[in-house]
């Protein structure tokens, strides 16, 4: 059974930072799709960043270049969202989610398996 597992959500001031993890549990290998969604309040959920688990291939939207980067420590089967100079539009409940996938895919609509979901709040 494939779990994913969110954690470091949390209230941060606009200019701060915080890293969200992503623990996934059960995939046979390591060919699949990690993507990053958030849904803010009021608001359809969107694809925020993405990576390939065997290449490293990363994709961001453009409100998020420069400012997230995602990554992968393929040891722990954790990926990592570091979120730097956050500001009150980037609040938003964030999930993550995975799928074997031959390429990188920042639709939802590809994705079977999601995280519970986290909370990032950032204060301005």
């Known amino acids: 059974e494939v779990q994913l597992v969110e954690s470091g959500g949390g209230l941060v001031q606009a200019g701060g930072s915080l890293r969200l993890s992503c623990k996934i549990h059960g995939f046979a290998d390591d060919d699949y799709v990690v993507g990053w969604f958030r849904q803010a309040p009021g608001k359809e959920r969107e694809g925020v960043s993405c990576?390939?688990?065997?290449?490293?291939?990363?994709y961001y939207t453009d409100s998020v270049k420069g400012r997230f980067t995602i990554s992968t420590d393929h040891a722990e089967d954790t990926v990592y969202l570091q979120m730097n100079n956050l500001q009150p539009g980037d609040t938003a409940v964030y999930y993550c989610?995975?799928?074997?996938?031959?390429?990188?895919?920042?639709?939802?609509?590809?994705?079977?398996?999601w995280g519970q979901g986290i909370q990032v709040t950032v204060a301005s």
């Open positions: 990576i390939g688990k065997v290449d490293d291939t990363t």
């Open positions: 989610a995975a799928e074997p996938l031959p390429v990188i895919a920042l639709q939802e609509k590809y994705y079977r398996y």
